[in-house]
């Protein structure tokens, strides 16, 4: 199964990402992005931000350590055979 494809853009410059997963908790949108479709992939939890005017979803790096933790253990338990190092 192919992922959805994600541009990041943190003004510097864009990488490109791979859509593994995506959860809502408490009311706040989740996705787990991977670098590549390979099996020991750099990921990353993004968090989503307000909607813009033009319709697209603008998203931020989860970095408290707390929220990490709790929302890495969610994708976790969706993504049976994925473990997540921090």
């Known amino acids: ?8 853009s943190d003004g510097s410059g864009a990488d490109e990402f791979f859509v593994l997963e995506e959860t809502k908790i408490n009311g706040s949108a989740y996705i787990l ?6 099996d020991d992939a750099e990921c990353l939890i993004l968090r989503e931000v ?15 350590d707390t929220e990490l ?6 994708f976790e338990e969706l993504l049976e055979d994925v473990d997540i190092e921090m």
């Open 50 to 64: 307000e909607e813009s005017k033009d319709a697209e979803k603008t998203y931020e790096i989860v970095e408290d």
């Open 33 to 38: 992005v991977v670098d590549s479709e390979e």
């Open 69 to 74: 933790m709790a929302v890495s253990k969610v």
């Open 1 to 8: 199964m192919e992922k959805a494809k994600f541009t990041f």
